[in-house]
């Protein structure tokens, strides 16, 4: 059997050891650990046991295979290229463009078929390299995926069985209580209704009579309440999966993956995020953008600069590549790859005029009027409004005037409550006086295209993770997807061989989720159905929704918790993703 | 007047299986409205569609979906709703999740 095709076997090659890799130094995730590899000898190394049993002859290294893997899988995932023959390039010129087109077209379909002929897709390729790291993974953290879902799942059902044996015991007890106790409280109940109502001693005494009688039946079950409800809590955190121990496990497995992806390549990184990105967003984002390839996080940010296409009512305009701008949101968070933000900024409210305000300000050098003020206009204001020289224009100011406490807050003093409140003189009546202040409105001061990236709270699934870690996560895939070529090349595959019916070749309809819905999605057996949502084939939900589910704890992290199936299939296409795709040349 | 508490259905499939509810209770396939029932008793909060968290009830349409959603979450589909669920599940979907763009207009 060679090694594409052969199965992995996930149980841990006798490497219980792990915890120690959640400080592993090249995961670059944010995780403070010893170096394991100083503590390890070989034998102790699946990478090389993995080896040992895929290649009988032994000798490769397996992580160094990975990598080639991964240049041959990042080649075949490149646009195929295209000549450019611009004007002015002299023969020779366009002659050495056609010879490097073409020789890097055969470099991209040399690596194609190497794939295709080694593991029939360069998808499962992807798929391959993903079983192989996700085993290396679970070495590391000294539990399997099969472990973690087995365990949560063996919880849940001695929760439920918990919960069930509580309740039917606190239903005996309250009937067990009912008939000891019952005809004794219906009798109160009958005498409080027979009783005249103005003998009101007696009232109260049979009330508390019965209320005595109530509370005798109620502790006759109150341990048993107070264990159900103990249950009923725990049954619904392992339903949720927000049980400590399942948290615990899928902390442990997503720092195996880290670790494992961590020997394949550099993790983690900067992003650059718009000078107008939350700070709060730019840290959610930011502990997020650790678990993703550092080749990712550096083709987002290479990115910036550039130049791009942005629609606007005017048509299409070339404009530069904006970093992202990271916002939270209470909403459903969502990526841009384009759109215009405006920065507005308050300002008083102003207007040129012409002809209003002359009379006053040649009698009293200002308005008469408390609404309005007149001044004259400066240089830069008269050259933006294209005022001409000699052209008499003022620019008014609107004000609202206070008219007492039935249309205005007002402080105890009879003064104005709230800010910016002056008190006006009117100039032909100096005994009049009003309080007045400025009016604003919120005006564009400038706009600018850029991509936008948001991210709201959700309980934390996985031990040690913030409440924003997995949208963060969901999120910034998007990112990735316009960022890094080949990663929505590789999607497409992956959801066309999971929706395609391999008897007939037809695709897997697409259905909404509900009547009339834009959303719509091709279902097939994943966790989740919103997986099989596309976006016209520009983007795709499959890397968001595995990456918040292996590293985020969404949908049972994958593995089987929260009463949820697991999906190894989509695991490992994750992962052999995260491991492969988008890496870019050393130097 | 009392609503017609047929206006009010909800029904929901979920891998072949399909249950109700009626503006009072939940009837169907018996994974399901086991699974419904379990939910409102335990009063949890659902995520329907795998994305969106609701709390589960059996008195609104809203809590009824996110209660018949909890046999797996992520693999329901809504085949019958009042014209307010739908509304607003429009409105909580708005925003679409990814996309290259602005809509035109926004």
């Known amino acids: ?587 | 007047m009392d609503e017609n508490p047929s206006d009010k259905t909800v029904t929901v499939e979920i891998d072949g299986l399909t249950a109700s509810w009626n503006g009072r209770e939940f009837t169907g396939d018996t994974e399901l409205v086991e699974a419904a029932k379990r939910a409102v008793e335990l009063r949890e909060t659902v995520e329907v569609f795998g994305r969106i968290p609701i709390d589960t009830t059996s008195v609104d349409p809203y809590g009824a979906l996110a209660a018949l959603s909890a046999y797996r979450p992520g693999r329901v589909f809504v085949t019958q709703a009042p014209e307010e669920l739908t509304d607003w599940l429009e409105l909580v979907f708005e925003a679409n999740d990814c996309q290259a763009r602005e809509p035109a207009g926004a």
Not at chain 1, 221 to 227: C, E, G
């Open chain 1, 1 to 587: 059997m060679s090694a594409s095709t052969r199965e992995y076997v996930r149980k841990p090659a006798g490497l219980p050891t792990g915890g120690e890799f959640a400080e592993h130094a090249k995961a670059g995730s944010g995780l403070a650990l010893v170096n394991y590899a100083d503590e390890l000898t070989d034998d102790d190394d699946p990478w090389l046991q993995a080896a040992d049993e895929d290649e009988p002859q032994g000798g490769k290294d397996p992580v160094a295979e990975l990598v080639q893997l991964s240049e041959d899988i990042t080649l075949a995932t490149q646009p195929t290229p295209s000549i450019m023959v611009r004007g002015g390039m002299s023969p020779q010129e366009r002659e050495r463009e056609r010879e490097e087109a073409h020789a890097r077209a055969d470099e991209i379909n040399a690596a194609r078929r190497r794939l295709e002929a080694e593991y029939g897709t360069v998808e499962q390729a992807v798929v391959h390299a993903g079983h192989r790291v996700a085993h290396r993974a679970e070495e590391l953290a000294g539990i399997t995926a099969e472990e973690v879902g087995a365990a949560a799942q063996q919880r849940l059902e001695e929760a439920e069985s918990a919960y069930n044996e509580l309740k039917e015991k606190h239903s005996a007890l309250r009937a067990e209580a009912e008939e000891m106790y019952g005809a004794e409280r219906d009798e109160l109940t009958r005498q409080v209704r027979q009783l005249d109502y103005g003998d009101r001693a007696e009232v109260e005494r049979l009330k508390n009579a019965r209320f005595a009688v109530e509370r005798k039946i109620a502790d006759h079950s109150r341990p048993a309440f107070d264990a159900l409800i103990e249950a009923q809590t725990r049954l619904g955190l392992l339903r949720n999966g927000q049980d400590d121990q399942v948290r615990a496990d899928l902390r442990r497995l997503s720092d195996g993956y880290l670790a494992a992806l961590g020997e394949v390549r550099e993790l983690g990184g900067q992003m650059v995020w718009h000078e107008k990105s939350a700070k709060k967003a730019r840290e959610a984002f930011d502990e997020a953008t650790a678990i993703f390839p550092a080749d990712w996080v550096a083709a987002s940010n290479d990115r910036i600069g550039g130049n791009r296409e942005a629609r606007g009512l005017l048509g299409v305009r070339t404009v530069a590549d904006q970093a992202p701008v990271a916002k939270m949101s209470s909403r459903r968070a969502h990526y841009v790859d384009g759109r215009t933000h405006k920065t507005k900024k308050r300002m008083p409210r102003e207007t040129v005029t012409v002809g209003f305000g002359d009379e006053d300000m040649q009698a009293y050098g200002r308005s008469s009027s408390p609404y309005t003020e007149y001044r004259e206009l400066t240089a830069e204001e008269r050259e933006r409004h294209q005022v001409f020289a000699g052209d008499r224009a003022l620019m008014r100011t609107q004000y609202e005037v206070y008219r007492g406490p039935y249309s205005h807050k007002t402080n105890p003093d009879g003064t104005p409550a709230g800010r910016g409140w002056e008190e006006w003189t009117d100039p032909a009546n100096p005994q009049r006086k009003v309080w007045r202040r400025m009016k604003h409105r919120m005006q564009e001061v400038s706009s600018e295209f850029a991509p936008e990236i948001t991210t709201n709270r959700q309980v934390p699934l996985v031990e040690g993770r913030s409440d924003t870690f997995a949208v963060s996560a969901h999120e910034l895939s998007h990112r990735f997807e316009y960022s890094v070529p080949g990663l929505t090349q590789l999607e497409a595959q992956f959801l066309r061989r999971r929706t395609t019916d391999p008897e007939t070749g037809e695709p897997e309809p697409y259905r909404p989720l509900w009547p009339g819905s834009r959303e719509r999605v091709q279902a097939d057996n994943f966790i989740t159905a919103y997986t099989g949502k596309t976006y016209d084939g520009e983007a795709y939900e499959v890397l968001s929704t595995g990456v918040d589910s292996l590293f985020g704890g969404r949908n049972g992290g994958m593995v089987g918790t929260a009463g949820e199936k697991a999906d190894p299939d989509m695991r490992a296409f994750i992962l052999g993703v995260m491991a492969t795709a988008g890496r870019r040349p050393r130097s």
